[in-house]
Each structure stands twice: as C-alpha cells, then as structure tokens.
C-alpha cells in the first residue's frame, strides 16, 4: 500500500476513535486546610530563623556528630540510592519520547548436501554465504501526551525522593540530639547519685557514731543502711542508659560501637535554642514531608493525565536503511543497499473495561494522595504547636522543680544540723534527704525534656530545609486535582 493509502486509513481510524472517545478536562481547584493566621502558643510574626541548630546548643561533640550523621547515617545513605533509582526511572520513562535507533549485522552460510548439489543447476552447487548490514528506527508520535505525562510524573517522583532523603536527614539528626543529650543526662544523673551515696554515706557515719555512745538505736542504723543501699541500686541502670546511648550513637554514625568515642558532657553546660517559628504559611515551604507529599499528588496528576491518553490512538513510525549481498565484497555497492518506511496507528475499540479501570485506579490514587497532602500539612501545623507547648511548659517545669530542690537542701541542711545537736529523729532526717535525692533527680529529667522539646521544635519546623533547596516545585495548590469525593461523606 501507498504512503496515501497508509495515512487515509489512519485518518480513518483516528476519526472512528474520536468520535467514541473524548478526553476529560480537569476537575475542580484543591480545597487545602485553612492555614491559621499564627501558631496559638507562639504570638510573634518574626520571620522564622532556624540557622544551623546543631550548634546552637553550645556543644561542639553535639555538633560534629550531627553532620557526621548526616554523611554516614544508613538510613540517609539508602535513602541517596533510592533517589538514584527514581532518577534512573525518569530517564528510562523519558527515553520514549525520543527516536529509537538500533543497528543489526548478519552474516549467514547456507550449506548443501550433496545430492542436492548433483540435483542442483550447475552455478548453485555448492555452500552459499549472505552478509547484511542496517539501522532500525521507529518513533512513537505523542500526539496526546501519554509519553510526555508519564516522563513528567517520573520527574517529579525522583524530585519526591530527594525530599524523602531530607525528612530522613531531619529525622536522623533529631535523634542523634536526643540520643546524645539523653546520654548527658545520664551522665549528670549517674554523677548526682554518686554525690547522693557520699552523703547518705556521711549520715550513715554519723548515725554509727550516735549509736556508738547510745544516743541512736539500730533500727535508725539498719534505715539509714537502706537508704544508701537504694542510693547505690540507681548506679548500674545509669550506667546501663549511658552505654547503650553510646552504641546507638555509634549505629546512627554507621560505625561499630567499638570503633568511636563520645565523651558527653553535662545539661549545665549546654544552651537552650529559642528559635523564632515564623507564620504557619512559611512552614509549608519548609517541611519536607510537606513537599514530598505535594511532588507525589502533582506525579499522580500526570500519571492520570497518561491514563486519559491510553483511550486514544497511538502512531508509530518506523524505517529501516542497510546492505545485503551475497558476497562481502559487494555489501557496500550501491545495488546493495535499500530501505523502507512505515507508518502503524492502533486505538482500543474494546478492551473489556482495562483502559476504564486502570484510569478509575490513577483517579482513586489521585484522591488518595491528595488527602495524605491534606493531613501532612495539618500535621505540620500540630507539630510545631506541641512543640511550642512542650517548650513552654517544660521551662515553668524546670523553674517550679528548681525551687522544689533549693526548698528540699535547705530542710536538708537544718536537719543535719539537728542530727549534729541530737534534736531530731532519725526519721525526719531519712525523710528529708529522700525528698532531696528525688527532687534532685527530678530537676535533671525534666531539664532533659527541656532540650529535647527545643529539639522536636527544630524538627518540626523542618530542621532547616527550604522548598528552595529543591527548584521545580513551585505550586501549593494545582488545579487538575479534583475536590474529595462526595461520597466520603465529609
């Protein structure tokens, strides 16, 4: 058939396909959450400020194992190779919208017996041998898009993927901060019931040399004994908390526990950040989930604007161009050489319901991911709230515990004072200093809950990442998404 034939019947077909088959238009605008005004524990509306919050905590061990994390950490390093792949699919999907060209070579020996050469006229007896050369091109005409939609949603799922790594990095350096100032409040904790012994110790000497002259009983003795045995008890979990915070940091480093060092330090030491929160709508451009979570709904987008282009013909055109001859000698004549063009167009007539069910799939995938957006965002929003709270009330924590502990030395003091005079009982001296080792005690824990909420406060206004670190996202809302369905019932 002529190349007028081939392109009257394609025409024709399209024609027919268009006719049975119209491509839908986008849905309705997205409906996001409303984005409060300010945050309900934090009133300022100064621009966020973030900076580099590892080092804002006065501690340069705190600071070097973090961006160690964020070199060798494994969770962030697989998280580097499945960018990889995502960008390898993004170049493999983007490749269909290019020519394709191959090349072939063939070189065949056709052997005979021999009553065949007897039965054989006399100039095709014998053994014969053919050599060819060629390229093969063929090209896929995206005349609706489906390739382009398809490239374009592998693009930004390779762009989702690097956001993916940044959550992981966030996530890793947050626990590296917790792990490493649980390990100094341990260290703190274990050196305070180590000074509690010494004292419980001292009263205990004192008590023996009371009962000595007669002026204690055993029974004060024999309490005074439990109390430091208790003191003693608290040693070994200390102990214990200590030296497994250091093997987890040694696992969050991607190293051995036996091959690194941390020293820690003390909570006295260290500063508490007070990081500025910025408006709610500044948060969004610097959560990476939040970007994530929009890059996978704008994929999606695409990969149901490719389902929609399934329904329409598809245009293929091919050619060829080479050499064949019967003797090496005479591939590259020019009676050797030859070629051909071709042109092929398909278009579902029926399928069985495959193109409509694969297209409902990508349509429910959409709406899916388009809630996730929705609760990530919101999620966002709650984050920094608690955060906030957590911040405020653990500081009117460590202040009211503060007091709790100046009150508890100073009944501590008068009483061993009295104990020196013989004024007092043993039971009220046992029950003061018990008072005093627990509020102590109490004022580390909670002064760990301190840095730590100031650590969930970074993390949840994204540890320092912008939508800026990734260009090509630009868009909060995108049209082509349609609203929640109507029969979700919300």
């Known amino acids: 058939m002529g190349s007028r034939g081939w392109f009257g019947s394609g025409l024709a077909l399209l024609a027919f396909s268009l006719a049975g088959c119209a491509l839908e238009g986008d849905a309705g605008s997205v409906a996001l959450p409303p984005t ?15 900076g580099d919050w590892p080092r804002q905590f006065g501690s340069a061990e705190l600071a070097m194992l973090m961006e160690r994390a964020r070199v060798d950490n494994l969770d962030v390093a697989a998280a580097f190779a499945r960018i990889q792949q995502a960008d390898g699919l993004a170049r493999s999907t983007a490749s269909a919208l290019f020519p394709q060209l191959s090349g072939s070579q063939n070189a065949s ?35 609706f898009g489906r390739n382009r939609a398809l490239s374009e949603s592998a693009d930004i799922s390779a762009l989702a993927s690097r956001h993916d790594r940044d959550t992981v990095v966030v996530a890793t350096l947050a626990s590296v901060a917790n792990t490493w100032l649980a390990l100094v409040a341990s260290q703190d904790r274990l050196r305070l019931a180590r000074e509690d012994i010494a004292a419980a110790q001292r009263v205990l000497d004192a008590i023996r040399a009371r009962l000595a002259v007669g002026t204690a009983t055993a029974l004060d003795t024999a309490q005074q004994e439990s109390v430091l045995a208790n003191q003693k008890a608290a040693v070994p979990p200390l102990e214990q908390t200590v030296q497994q915070n250091r093997n987890l940091l040694a696992v969050l480093l991607g190293r051995a526990p036996e091959s690194m060092t941390v020293r820690g330090g003390s909570l006295k030491s260290l500063r508490v950040p007070h990081p500025r929160v910025g408006l709610p709508s500044q948060l969004l451009l610097r959560r990476p989930d939040v970007a994530a979570a929009e890059a996978r709904l704008l994929a999606q987008n695409a990969s149901v604007r490719a389902a929609r282009a399934a329904f329409f013909p598809t245009i293929n055109l091919s050619g060829n161009f080479g050499a064949s001859s019967l003797t090496l000698a005479h591939l590259f004549g020019p009676a050797a050489l030859g070629g ?47 955060a906030l709270i957590a911040s405020q009330q653990t500081a009117n924590h460590e202040k009211l515990q503060q007091i709790a502990v100046e009150a508890a030395q100073r009944a ?26 627990q509020a102590q005690d109490q004022l580390l824990q909670v002064r760990l809950q301190r840095f730590q909420a100031a650590v969930s406060l970074f993390q949840a206004l994204g540890g ?5 670190d990734s260009p090509g996202l630009t868009i909060i809302a995108d049209p082509s998404v349609p609203e929640r369905a109507p029969e979700a019932g919300r």
């Open 36 to 50: 409060p005004d300010s945050f309900r524990a934090e009133r300022s509306r100064a621009a966020p400020a973030i």
């Open 109 to 143: 020996r056709t052997v005979t017996s021999g009553a065949s050469r007897a039965e054989s006229p006399p100039f095709a007896q014998g053994n014969s041998t053919s050599y060819s050369l060629g390229l093969n091109a063929s090209y896929v005409v995206d005349l």
């Open 340 to 386: 051909s063009l071709a042109e092929g167009l398909t278009a579902p007539i029926f399928n069985g319901g495959n193109l409509e069910g694969q297209l409902e799939q990508a349509k429910g995938s959409q709406i899916e991911l388009l809630e996730t957006y929705r609760k990530t965002i919101l999620t966002a929003f709650s984050d920094v709230e608690n």
């Open 412 to 437: 501590y003091q008068i009483t061993l004072q009295r104990l020196r005079e013989g004024t007092i009982d043993v039971v009220t001296l046992l029950n003061t200093q018990t008072t005093l080792f």
């Open 464 to 468: 320092g990442f912008t939508l800026e």
